[in-house]
């Protein structure tokens, strides 16, 4: 019996390599409707704060930080892991980022201030929170537009570059959630811790370090 062919055994071995990346992906899309489903939930049980645009905007705009944290953590989690397989989920996991974060701000500027010119004006310009979060979002928003694999191509080095703002982004999420909560709530502290730690784990001596001890174990 003959050997299968070359491109027998590519064609037999493509899908089963392409088989992990589309369950990652569905999982990830499965992820992002979670907040959506938790806040249905409580809506049906009745576990609301009873200011609700509050509540809204605190859900949306957390589950905004968690997605972005999650996008930032794909690069250090392959260099610790060598799983390169989850490279792809960066895409979708910042897409999600974005789309809860443009809601957070929605919700805030048609809900919370009715579209009011002046007093959204007085917000951002008076509330130092406001103004972190809005430079996040602007921040995210060319990440968001430029995230297609068009763009990259355009883009070439300049991708990169841009897409390192993603940084900058989350330092601003981070300090808007510290200024948003109370003195003394703990809860944005550990978002930072998580950023920080994120951030050692992408500077270049950290990450050879690290790649070279997983080969070692290899």
């Not at 809900?111 to 002046?118: L, M, V």
């Not at 270049?204 to 070692?216: D, E, F, I, N, Q």
């Given at each position: ?80 892991t060598g799983l390169a397989v989850l490279n792809p ?19 805030f500027v048609a809900i919370d201030y009715g579209f ?46 841009l897409h390192r703002a993603a940084y900058a982004a ?49």
């Amino acid at each position: 019996m003959n050997a299968p062919s070359t491109a027998g055994r590519s064609a037999v071995a493509g899908p089963r390599r392409s088989t992990p990346k589309r369950w990652l992906g569905a999982l990830v899309h499965l992820g992002a409707l979670i907040p959506l489903g938790l806040f249905a939930l409580d809506t049906a049980l009745g576990r609301l704060s009873p200011d609700l645009i509050r509540d809204v905007t605190l859900r949306t705009g957390l589950a905004a930080l968690v997605f972005l944290l999650l996008a930032l953590a794909v690069t250090p989690v392959v260099t610790v892991t060598g799983l390169a397989v989850l490279n792809p989920l960066r895409r979708w996991l910042g897409i999600y980022a974005f789309v809860y974060a443009a809601l957070h701000l929605s919700i805030f500027v048609a809900i919370d201030y009715g579209f009011n010119a002046a007093l959204l004006a007085d917000a951002v310009l008076m509330r130092p929170y406001a103004l972190a979060g809005l430079a996040a979002l602007a921040i995210m928003l060319p990440l968001a537009a430029t995230s297609t694999d068009a763009m990259q191509r355009r883009l070439r080095r300049n991708w990169k570059r841009l897409h390192r703002a993603a940084y900058a982004a989350g330092l601003l999420a981070v300090v808007h959630y510290i200024w948003l909560v109370k003195v003394g709530v703990i809860d944005p502290w550990w978002y930072a811790a998580v950023l920080v730690g994120l951030f050692v784990l992408r500077l270049p001596p950290v990450r050879r370090r690290v790649s070279a001890l997983r080969k070692r174990q290899l």
